[in-house]
């Protein structure tokens, strides 16, 4: 199969990961040059937790990071860009807790990308290889685009883990709540120019997020006091970390 044939595949899987129920990490490792992955949320409002790990030493790396407070995966949710160390041992003193803390592990090189949606911060995407080396241009890309598909499976899978959700305001007949999100999904639509099923995956992010029930953030959005254009910020459009 062909790069950008295996790249497809993976895309499309990731993309029906949720209805499927299956592995969020399986196809970063399908078309990148790595030997695991681990993929986390990281804070407020989504927790700070392993959604993901296709082994061992992935999740102990996520564990680690966790518990110092400090590693790629932070670095790479708080600035948006993907951080890229093609020599974990001989990197800039960075991370002097994590590093130690990993000892005598198997670790080479280590990228993480951020999980984010609109003003959303997720959580990062983890990738260890045992051996030294860096991503290329194109495979940094291609990392970039599953972790943006990524991001919406895990705010998907978050969502329908609540008892409420599906229901706006607990009022599933209320037809002007309705017709008011709906507004609020075009006016979403349009200024982010995404697609209606991310526009509605924002609103309801947006409101999970702050505690709030979609109708409020639709009543909001129709009122204009919540404009997504301004706080929308695409990480794809940074260049990556490398140290």
């Given at each position: 199969m062909s790069d950008r044939l295996a790249f497809g595949a993976a895309v499309e899987e990731l993309s029906m990961a949720f209805e499927r129920r299956t592995s969020l990490c399986r196809p970063f490792l399908r078309v990148l040059p790595v030997t695991g992955a681990a993929i986390s949320t990281l804070g407020p409002p989504f927790g700070t937790e392993t959604v993901c790990a296709s082994d061992a030493d992935a999740a102990r790396i996520d564990e680690l990071q966790f518990d110092l407070g400090e590693g790629p995966c932070w670095d790479a949710m708080t600035t948006r860009r993907p951080v890229l160390?093609?020599?974990?041992?001989?990197?800039?003193?960075?991370?002097?807790?994590?590093?130690e803390a990993l000892g005598t592990s198997q670790v080479g090189?280590?990228?993480?990308?951020?999980?984010?949606?609109?003003?959303?911060?997720?959580?990062?995407?983890?990738?260890?290889?045992?051996t030294v080396g860096t991503l290329t241009d194109a495979q940094v890309e291609d990392a970039t685009t599953l972790s943006?598909?990524?991001?919406?499976?895990?705010?998907?899978?978050?969502?329908?883990?609540?008892?409420?959700?599906?229901?706006?305001?607990?009022?599933?007949?209320?037809?002007?709540?309705r017709r008011e999100v709906h507004q609020a999904t075009g006016m979403v639509l349009a200024q982010l120019g995404v697609t209606a099923a991310d526009a509605l995956l924002i609103i309801n992010g947006f409101a999970f997020a702050r505690g709030r029930s979609v109708r409020e953030v639709a009543a909001d959005i129709v009122a204009r006091r919540i404009d997504f254009a301004g706080e929308w910020s695409d990480p794809s459009e940074s260049p990556p970390e490398s140290l």
């Open positions: 160390t093609a020599d974990l041992r001989t990197a800039s003193p960075r991370w002097p807790l994590f590093r090189s280590l990228f993480a990308f951020p999980l984010s949606l609109g003003s959303l911060n997720i959580g990062a995407v983890d990738l260890y290889s045992r943006g598909i990524c991001a919406r499976q895990v705010i998907r899978r978050t969502l329908a883990d609540l008892p409420s959700h599906g229901v706006v305001d607990g009022e599933a007949g209320d037809g002007f709540s």
